[in-house]
T-cell receptor
Framework: NAGVTQTPKFQVLKTGQSMTLQCAQD?????MSWYRQDPGMGLRLIHY???????DQGEVPNGYNVSRSTTEDFPLRLLSAAPSQTSVYFC???????????FGPGTRLTVT | AQSVAQPEDQVNVAEGNPLTVKCTYS??????LFWYVQYPNRGLQFLLK??????LVKGSYGFEAEFNKSQTSFHLKKPSALVSDSALYFC??????????FGTGTRLTVIP
């Protein structure tokens, strides 16, 4: 039981490049979400999903795209990376009661 | 809109002394409040929550939190700090079915 896995751990992109951050969970939970963590700003919700085929926007969705074709996977796509997207990205799944979430180890992304 | 605020970026406490990490909230209706902890280079871990009932809630690693409706606060406490408690602490409020709004975080340093 790996919980929530995220790949890659680190990534450096040039402005304008695209990439996909991977997130997978083996706990069979319906709810998954993506957050970004920036110094002094805490964690901010980017997108979330309440089940396969269902996604919705969070607080800071611009510049990001998601899809949810399976319960296990919830990839986050950057279509054209910008320096403002330099951040640490966390994927999370709900582990039971509302608000109790299990976080992955994070992906540190730098856009130059 | 639901939100939380953490007024202190940094809290320092001597090992063995009691610790308090502050959080205030602004919500409409009854708040669902949470504390999470982040150790270096790790994802967030759930510590405890307040939904309803007793104003003093107990969580993992000996932490507890006191819900105070009149002061709109949800401060995290521990009677005797350990060096291993040094970490980044986040207060959060439930904003949707399962979405969380996080505070900006407080870095706790326990001095040996």
């Amino acid at each position: 039981n790996a919980g929530v896995t995220q790949t890659p751990k680190f990534q450096v992109l040039k402005t304008g490049q695209s990439m996909t951050l991977q997130c997978a969970q083996d706990m069979n939970h319906e709810y998954m979400s993506w957050y970004r963590q920036d110094p002094g700003m805490g964690l901010r919700l980017i997108h979330y999903s309440v089940g396969a085929g269902i996604t919705d926007q969070g607080e800071v969705p611009n510049g990001y795209n998601v899809s949810r074709s399976t319960t296990e996977d919830f990839p986050l796509r950057l279509l054209s990376a910008a320096p403002s997207q330099t951040s640490v990205y966390f994927c999370a799944t709900a582990i039971g009661p509302p608000g109790e979430q299990y976080f992955g180890p994070g992906t540190r992304l730098t856009v130059t | 809109a639901q939100s939380v605020a953490q007024p202190e970026d940094q809290v320092n406490v001597a090992e063995g002394n009691p610790l308090t990490v502050k959080c205030t909230y602004s919500v409409s209706g009854n708040p669902y409040l949470f504390w999470y902890v982040q150790y270096p280079n790790r994802g967030l871990q759930f510590l405890l929550k307040y939904i309803t009932g007793d104003n003093l809630v107990k969580g993992s690693y000996g932490f507890e939190a006191e819900f105070n409706k009149s002061q709109t606060s949800f401060h995290l406490k521990k009677p005797s700090a350990l060096v291993s408690d040094s970490a980044l602490y986040f207060c959060a409020v439930l904003t949707g079915a399962n979405n969380l709004f996080f505070g900006t975080g407080t870095r706790l340093t326990v001095i040996p």
